[in-house]
């Protein structure tokens, strides 16, 4: 598993990473008594079922069963290989690799056309920046962004810049650097005509580089600043690049949200920079399309709350309404901004400045259904009784779709009072809706703890022994001297095999000196079964102090069950020999003690 890196490496890399700050850069982590939890990667759910042991350095979820330690998270967090994930740690907490390390991975999953991609993407963005801070070409980008209301300093934390207006000079610049231009063109980097000639797919534009979560370069949009079509050019598709997935400036933003507790999602990447200038650091952007539900999923995992911040046109609000439903439907809190019609966050900032932007716009941002109800009364003349009635029936629906019973009955007290209606009959039609729409009432209480009731429900489902052989092997997983008083006392002889399994290493790993640590023990174990297995036993909530008598009675419990099966066994044997000799009567009375001792042990279990 660790190639060429001693094990003594991997494991001061890995100790030296704490897990809450490495998953918490995936999911947002809320802590709740000695674990932290937060919404699972790795599925689908609304209720935190995933948590993460500051102690153990450990996570599991208690929905998908997934779990392991900081480098088992990124392996399936990001698709890395062993050597990458200890790389990625490695470079986090300044460990020095050796370069043969750094630059050996004979699987890696990026592939190395990928790998010549980003080189390509990297080189580009540094090109660009420099010829419009640098060069006299560059001059006319440069000052079309001063012209925007871009300043130096935002021109350079975005790394934007600018394609010249040539042909062939991007296509020099990249075979020089040794890329080949029809990989290039398969990149999105280039375009080619029908006689073969290369060029620049981006030249006249201003630059926008577009980067992953890990600040990897994967894209490039273009902003035409001469005549030219279409005004915004993206790079296109590829394995690197799939808008759907990637949101702008989530890398930079990524702390930024974490601390606000909250995302302001514009539609595109001019807005986000100049809302960024403007103060607003937890802003980020769809790239020209509609929020995708991964997209969504996405913002979830970090954030309870998103306003959405679109154009203040009737497509603008559309798209914000679409947004806000796919949010919604995510488990987020959304707030809603309002501009005055026909105005862009960017139009805002430039007539209005950035205090007015942050208090007026974003500081008031509407919640969900109450921007509907404004944006409902346009559609409808509330003179008419018709349309009066229209509209009620259409906020009822929406108001239908919230969870929290507070929220509801503002609501409906607002329809009640303008309209005068009664609260019952409101209430009653929002009942009928909800129930037809699935809806319950979602309280937040318990909702961490949810996951830990399930655990031990379960636990009580199971027979008495196999519930004495985790509890015991929970307690030899934490300290060595249990460990040591099992292995003299019943050694491998547990009942289920995986436990017997978990113990032979157990054994040997503390043969070997090492302390108790999950985080490192896994790590041992060949089996994805097994560690998963060995990730849910670690996480059980065992009390911090448990006296030999205990341990005794575990025992006991596991002794009993291998006697009792051990008698059963030995009359099934007799029974056989009855039967052999031909003496049924024989063979019925130990039949009927079989049966009798098989319905002790379901009671005993």
């Not at 460990?95 to 999953?109: A, T």
């Not at 307690?475 to 001297?481: I, N, S």
């Not at 911090?544 to 596991?558: F, G, H, P, T, V």
């Amino acid at each position: 598993m660790s190639g060429h890196l001693p094990e003594e490496t991997i494991d001061e890399i890995r100790r030296s990473n704490d897990i809450v700050d490495v998953v918490g850069e995936y999911v947002q982590l809320k802590k709740q008594g000695r674990n932290y939890f937060g919404l699972c990667p790795f599925h689908g759910e609304k209720t935190p079922s995933f948590s993460v042991s500051l102690d153990k350095q450990i996570f599991h979820c208690f929905g998908c069963g997934k779990g392991g330690n900081a480098i088992t998270f990124l392996i399936e967090m990001e698709g890395y290989t062993f050597i990458q994930a200890i790389r990625h740690l490695a470079d986090k907490s300044g460990y020095h690799l050796p370069e043969e390390v750094r630059s050996s991975d004979s699987s890696q999953s990026s592939s190395k056309e990928d790998q010549t991609v980003l080189d390509a993407n990297n080189w580009l963005m540094k090109l660009y920046h420099h010829l419009l801070r640098n060069t006299k070409e560059g001059k006319e980008g440069y000052a079309y962004l001063i012209e925007r209301g871009f300043t130096d300093e935002i021109i350079d934390r975005f790394q934007l810049g600018y394609a010249p207006n040539s042909k062939d000079f991007v296509v020099r610049f990249l075979e020089k650097k040794g890329f080949h231009p029809q990989a290039m063109v398969k990149a999105g980097l280039l375009s080619v005509n029908d006689h073969g000639e290369y060029s620049d797919r981006f030249r006249g534009r201003v630059i926008f580089p577009i980067r992953n979560h890990l600040g990897k370069t994967v894209a490039f949009g273009g902003r035409a600043i001469f005549d030219q079509e279409p005004k915004y050019l993206n790079s296109p598709e590829t394995e690197l690049f799939q808008k759907g997935k990637l949101l702008y400036n989530f890398d930079l933003a990524r702390s930024a949200i974490r601390k606000k507790g909250s995302v302001i999602l514009f539609e595109g990447y001019v807005d986000v920079i100049a809302a960024n200038q403007a103060g607003v650091e937890n802003g980020i952007g769809t790239l020209g399309t509609s929020i995708t539900e991964q997209q969504a999923k996405l913002i979830r995992r970090y954030v309870d709350q998103a306003i959405v911040c679109y154009d203040g046109d009737r497509p603008g609000i559309e798209a914000s309404l679409k947004a806000a439903k796919l949010l919604m439907k995510t488990g987020c809190q959304v707030k809603m901004a309002r501009l005055p019609d026909g105005m862009d966050p960017d139009d805002y900032i430039k007539a209005y400045g950035a205090e007015r932007f942050q208090n007026e716009v974003i500081g008031a941002s509407d919640t969900y259904v109450a921007f509907i109800m404004r944006h409902l009364r346009k559609e409808f003349n509330l003179n008419l009784e018709g349309d009066r009635i229209t509209y009620v029936e259409k906020v009822l629906k929406e108001v239908a779709t919230v969870d929290r019973a507070i929220e509801r009955e503002h609501y409906l007290q607002e329809l009640a009072n303008e309209f005068e209606l009664s609260m019952d009959t409101l209430k009653d039609e929002v009942a009928k809706l909800s129930k037809r729409q699935g809806k319950r009432d979602n309280t937040k209480e318990n909702r961490y703890t949810n996951s830990i009731q399930r655990q031990n429900s379960e636990a009580k489902l199971l027979p008495a022994f196999h519930n004495a052989e985790r509890a015991l092997l929970a307690y030899m997983l934490r300290d060595a001297t249990i460990a040591d008083k099992v292995q003299h006392e019943l050694g491998g002889n547990f009942n289920i095999s995986d436990h017997q399994v978990i113990v032979t290493y157990l054994y040997a790993y503390f043969e070997e000196g090492n302390e108790p640590d999950a985080s490192l023990f896994i790590e041992k174990l060949p089996d994805p079964d097994l560690r998963s297995l060995v990730i849910q036993l670690a996480m059980m909530h065992v009390q911090d102090d448990i006296s030999d008598r205990e341990i005794n009675d575990y025992i006991r419990l596991i002794r009993a069950e291998q006697s009792d099966k051990s008698d059963i066994r030995s009359l099934q044997e007799q029974q056989k020999d009855a039967e052999k000799r031909n003496d049924p009567i024989k063979a019925a009375e130990i039949a009927m003690q079989i049966l009798q001792m098989k319905k002790d042990l379901k009671k005993q279990h």
